[in-house]
């Protein structure tokens, strides 16, 4: 164990999360919130341009704390008062008690010295109670706001790399050997196991060089002469240990992306027979972090073990400086005695500062990573325009969509109005999908404008305008519960009697789905078949009444009957404002009211009549 963490003991007085993130998130993050000031005149213009970055204050609410800190420093103050009469008493028990064989100063000296140690374990007890709830509720806090900071951010942020390697990454960090865990858990748990308020340190070291003064300032002076080696060694360590865990979160990031990868491919990897390679490549980055993780642990075993050889030599020098003044009859024995015991007080201090000092350097990429992870760009989510409860018309005008030099929409105008029905058609690629990822503001589009009602859509909150629309999208996703509560996902929504309201639409589901609406889908749905996925999928769509309904490809896997029923139930339904189909079938086309026609990311034909 890290001799830091044993010689805390004696203090207890953890810090409760604000020192090391101040010390090392505040430098880092509060400037995120710096570069948002100034910029008031664009943010009605382009809100979603702007990244949502989030300071410390908005990530550690420590004003809620304030009281638990002042309580604490009152307990270190009371801790410190005791601590320095503990080796006053020390003393006199050895000198005038066990020397002389006096009973009755034994004794009474044995109660005072039971006395004092009872109060100040019961203080440490509360220290570590109040840092205890601190640290809890500041480390749920910061969770919190990593996950909502995940779920708000926008697509294109974890388009490349996918949502689980993001929050992975802002999750991740290393403990120790073999277990693995979260970036916010390391920091986390050094805070909780290896950092002192540098207040309460300094208090008690204070109390502790008096005490020790007392006794004897020669052997003071003695233990100090070994503190110069001790940042030696130190330094030494600090630079071997932040090399290897900058390339452990490397590593790690590699790994997940992999595995992520892995996951999402696992019926390719068996139908390709990839096992034997994906296995290798998984073992090879096992081994790789247990490498790294080994090398870290035998650099701060290392630093330890020479520093617990220099209290030794500490210990040893005392001994014989003891001797020497004793001899000389400047020092008593009880004196030489307590000064040996409550030496530490000096060196715990030292010893704690560069744990501290090899502790920041071992998290310093985990708080990279939170930096970066927090400056990520955010959906807006600042209501400007409030959405209509009637939806009049949707247009586009000159809109353009671009990936780097990647052309997809260019220059694409259309007026969409209310009670029209519309089909979207083209070739593969034409640009059908993005041009619906637009319309769901899962994307954003490069240049031109894109309206509701007349107001551009970014002026709306993004929350509440998805809220307008019931979507069935080309890939289905299903959650892992039963069909009906796949249906509802949305309990704000849930009718009274969800059952009653699924079996309106009984004929498109089949009795199949119907029989089945209390069993589980399975993992991805996998219980269920393409089809009966996506009759789920635009049941759900069709039961969460919504302004705008938009099919993408909604019936790729469905036979022609129940293609025509569920085609059906769409175009004659008068649930919505406005219906969007993305489809192949031009046998169906003349059954809309308008035709948009996509080619090599143009729109070449905007129809009302198909002929």
């Not at 341009?49 to 908005?58: A, G, N, T």
């Not at 005791?82 to 006096?102: A, F, R, S, T, W």
């Not at 030794?312 to 020092?331: D, E, F, I, K, R």
């Not at 502790?359 to 708080?367: G, L």
């Amino acid at each position: 164990m890290d001799k830091s963490i044993i010689l805390m003991s004696d203090y207890k007085c953890i810090i409760p999360l604000h020192t090391i993130c101040v010390f090392c998130l505040y430098r880092d993050i509060e400037y995120c919130g710096n570069d948002l000031q100034g910029h008031n005149t664009l943010l009605t213009e382009r809100l979603d341009d702007m990244p949502q970055k989030r300071s410390l204050h908005d990530i550690f609410n420590l004003k809620s704390h304030t009281l638990k800190i002042v309580v604490l420093v009152l307990l270190f103050a009371a801790s410190t008062a005791l601590g320095v009469i503990v080796p006053l008493l020390e003393q006199q028990l050895i000198d005038d008690g066990l020397i002389k064989l006096d009973t009755n100063v034994v004794l009474r000296f044995s109660v005072l010295f039971l006395l004092v140690i009872s109060i100040s374990k019961g203080i440490e007890f509360l220290e570590l109670s109040i840092q205890n709830k601190i640290q809890t509720d500041v480390g749920i806090k910061l969770k919190q706001k990593i996950f909502e900071h995940a779920f708000q951010l926008k697509p294109s942020q974890y388009q490349k790399d996918g949502f689980l390697k993001i929050l992975s990454d802002a999750l991740y960090d290393v403990r120790s050997e073999e277990r693995r865990v979260y970036d916010v858990d390391n920091v986390l748990e050094i805070v909780e196991n290896n950092f002192l308020i540098i207040g309460g340190i300094a208090i008690k070291t204070a109390g502790a060089i008096v005490a020790l003064l007392i006794i004897s300032w020669k052997l003071t002076l003695v233990v100090l002469c070994f503190i110069p080696v001790k940042i030696l060694l130190n330094s030494i360590a600090k630079k071997r240990v932040a090399h290897q865990s900058e390339s452990l979160l490397e590593t790690h990031k590699k790994y997940t992306h992999w595995l992520n990868n892995t996951v999402l491919c696992i019926p390719d990897i068996k139908l390709w027979n990839l096992k034997k390679q994906k296995e290798h490549e998984g073992i090879q980055y096992e081994a790789d972090i247990h490498r790294l993780l080994r090398k870290s642990l035998l650099v701060k075993q290392a630093n330890n073990s020479c520093s617990q050889i220099l209290d030794h030599l500490v210990t040893c020098a005392l001994y014989l400086s003891g001797v020497l003044m004793m001899l000389s009859q400047n020092l008593t024995l009880g004196g030489l005695m307590a000064f040996i015991s409550y030496s530490s007080y000096i060196v715990s201090p030292l010893d704690i500062i560069l744990g501290l000092r090899l502790s920041i350097s071992e998290i310093q990429p985990s708080i990279a990573s939170l930096r970066q992870f927090f400056s990520l760009e955010r959906e807006n989510h600042d209501s400007i325009t409030h959405i209509p409860d009637d939806i009049k018309s949707i247009s586009a005008t000159n809109l353009s969509f671009q990936i780097d030099d990647n052309v997809i929409l260019k220059d694409i105008s259309f007026e969409i109005f209310k009670g029209e029905k519309v089909a979207i058609i083209g070739d593969n690629g034409s640009g059908k999908s993005t041009l619906i990822n637009l319309l769901l503001r899962m994307q954003d589009f490069s240049s031109g404008e894109l309206t509701l009602n007349g107001n551009n859509i970014r002026k709306y909150d993004i929350d509440e305008y998805r809220s307008l629309f019931s979507v069935v999208s080309q890939k289905v996703n299903m959650f892992n519960t039963t069909i009906i509560e796949n249906v509802f996902i949305n309990k704000n929504e849930e009718p009274e009697d969800p059952e009653k309201t699924v079996r309106k639409y009984s004929d498109m589901l089949g009795p199949n789905i119907i029989s089945r609406l209390y069993d589980t889908t399975g993992s991805e749905g996998s219980f269920l078949s393409g089809g009966e996925k996506q009759k789920i999928a635009l049941t759900r769509a069709l039961c969460h009444k919504r302004k705008i309904l938009l099919l993408d490809e909604a019936a790729s896997n469905l036979d022609f009957a129940s293609h025509q029923k569920m085609l059906d139930l769409v175009l004659s339904s008068t649930d919505f404002d406005i219906v969007f189909v993305v489809t192949h079938d031009h046998k169906e086309l003349s059954r809309y009211d308008r035709i948009l026609r996509l080619e090599k990311g143009q729109l070449t034909v905007i129809k009302q009549d198909w002929s």
